[in-house]
């Protein structure tokens, strides 16, 4: 597969957002938390959503100009309004205050309503993490996934991330994978995907990778999944007063705003013991947990997190590898704009 | 089967706890947690606990006469001592502290260290809830799931439990199913549990009820259930200082105390608006669930909380069905104490 070096592919998604009216300040945040995505081998949400962005920016279905507002502020508790802000710019300022008030009261929950879509959520509990701080980050979605015993879809992929200070991170969505992993799929033109990832539209599991992608998406074993996708429902969308379930649109489909609800956490480890402390103690659970006695077939015991660093090593080092369909999209993006594209390699 | 009032297991649970040295309020704390769980039909969390406790107390490895010590209140953050108190009484004076600091902050963390069994999670995310509050509750539990790719325990089945004020209510082990489950098979002598519960001693799935109940229950959905279970981890046994993974004991293994960690958060739902309203949005979410069409095969979609909630309203009606295996250990675990049992209908 052909790749692209982290500085040619930074520079060419913030030129394409900058041409689209994204003021730079907005477009280097946003364009930082796609790319180090795809450093860590999310390629689901990494550039491979910019075109969307570009297509609801041009549509004028998200604001490029509008920064978000705060609600109000009471103790540990903040509320905003991202006013179809670009998500990651919503992100970037929510996160901010949650370390703030984190470091005032010892935690945070910042909840934003009338947001877009932040890209992936383990670089904004990163932010916590970086802080000293554990972060926890949900967001409600698009509604594709039906919830248990359903076959229409009521629920977004709604992630659950943690980040702590450590070699652990969580990232994962509430459904068997993330949507982008079918979209990646379908734009590649691979013709199956595997079993228990979806639905076709009519509620009946599927692997044809067509009818995954006009279906709908399986929740992680059965009715848990759709619990916890509920609870990430609830705390994002119920809380903030925003658009939940189906009143949520899709960066996919136009002609109808976004509208997600987003939610940060943040936990001051220090109001429980020095970092340094906690940082050991999650090292020597991770290191519990990597010394147990392999299960029949496999080699290695590997914890959240560890399959991204590794990928992040070797993609800082050798490029970002960019599947046709992928960069294609991105270089039409390109276009609609008048940026042109770098080579890759 | 035979069935018991509520009020007949009540007396009977509370004088056998009374007779292995516990405290009468303590003894109505946790009879009451107990008979809850099997009034909403979580027989794995109910009265088949109760011998166990009776094993640890009479084995002079649970304290019936500590309390528990704040060792740190900061902001919205507490650092709670358990001190090997019975685990319920520790989970009720935690949800007092949750209750009281959120209402002044806004949000609470309180985290106990040195605990011990505390029954269902969901009995004290209701205590928050009755409040107006969001209760999460979260604990660790004996290392008897293996992390993905592993065979040997290192997780509890480390459960995540959230109420709300309105119809939803999410308890849930991070295993495919709860270890009772497994032990209730057991106990009542059923061959067979399903595929997908339990892996044998080997790291082998099973579905023989011997080989289940003396191997490993299986993370939920695989990777992301070992993601949620060290989550969870995390929150409690990590943050605490207290024991994690194979540190922990367990109730039904003598000569090691439990030391589980167990969490309580708590977010005060009017700091982001009226508690009527935050309840009719979560009404109208589960409306927009209930309204799903169904997925061939089903005829109803249900949410969380709603089997539970049935099964209160039919067994506080008709009595609480009691299998032999159970009753035969209840009344063991009274003659141990000189309760005499009652009779069941």
Known sequence: MPTISVQNLTQFCEA?????????HKAEVTTACLVASNLRGVDSHGIQLLPYYVDQLLANEMDAQADGAVISESGSCLHFDGQNALGQWVAETCCEHAVRIARENGMALVVAKESNHFGAAAWWAQKMRAAGQIGIVMCNASPIVPPWQGREGRLG????????????LLDMATTTVAAGKIFKAFLNGQPEVPAGWAFDSAGVPTTDTQSAYKGMLMPLGGYKGSGLAMMVEILCAVLSGGAMSTEV???????????????????????FMPVDEFTARVEHLVALMKSTATAPGYGEVMVAGDPEWRTEAERRKNGIPIADGNWEQLVKAGERVQVAAPALQ
């Open 249 to 271: 649109g899709a960066i996919r489909f136009r002609g109808k705003k976004v509208r997600v609800s987003q939610m940060f956490l943040a936990i001051d480890v220090a109001r």
């Open 157 to 168: 992929t709604n992630p659950i991330c943690m980040s702590v200070p450590g070699p652990w």
């Open 16 to 24: 394409i957002l900058q041409g689209a009216g994204v003021p730079r």
